[in-house]
């Protein structure tokens, strides 16, 4: 059974800083890279960041030298630092395995971040 459930949303300040968190069931960090998506109000869910099993990383242009994902593979659990947030970044933040280029078809709650300017 899929499990992905994120935390570590909330209300920030334009320039401020979150690190959210993902817990997901073993049977999907043993298996695939990570990442975290989101989705803002009238657009698209897109991807903000991967990692592979061993540590490579991958950033969407927008959020590059901003936010840092890393994966604890010992505890199944998937975070985004985010620093230097702008309210472009508000959206829902949802994590989820990366294959290629899908993901898989269920989806977490998700966590909503808001940033105010």
């Known amino acids: 059974q899929v499990q992905l459930v994120e935390s570590g949303g909330g209300l920030v300040q334009a320039g401020g800083s979150l690190r959210l968190s993902c817990a997901a069931s073993?049977?999907?960090?043993?298996?695939?890279?990570m990442g975290w998506y989101r989705q803002a109000p009238g657009k698209q869910r897109g991807l903000v960041a991967s990692?592979?099993?061993?540590?490579?990383?991958n950033y969407a242009d927008s959020v590059k030298g901003r936010f840092t994902i890393t994966r604890d593979n010992a505890k199944n659990t998937l975070y985004l630092q985010m620093n230097s947030l702008n309210p472009e970044n508000t959206a829902v933040y949802y994590c989820?395995?990366?294959?290629?280029?899908?993901?898989?078809?269920?989806w977490g709650q998700g966590t909503q971040v808001t940033v105010s300017s």
């Open positions: 073993g049977s999907i960090f043993s298996i695939y890279a």
């Open positions: 990692i592979t099993k061993s540590g490579i990383t």
């Open positions: 989820n395995a990366r294959i290629g280029t899908l993901s898989l078809p269920d």
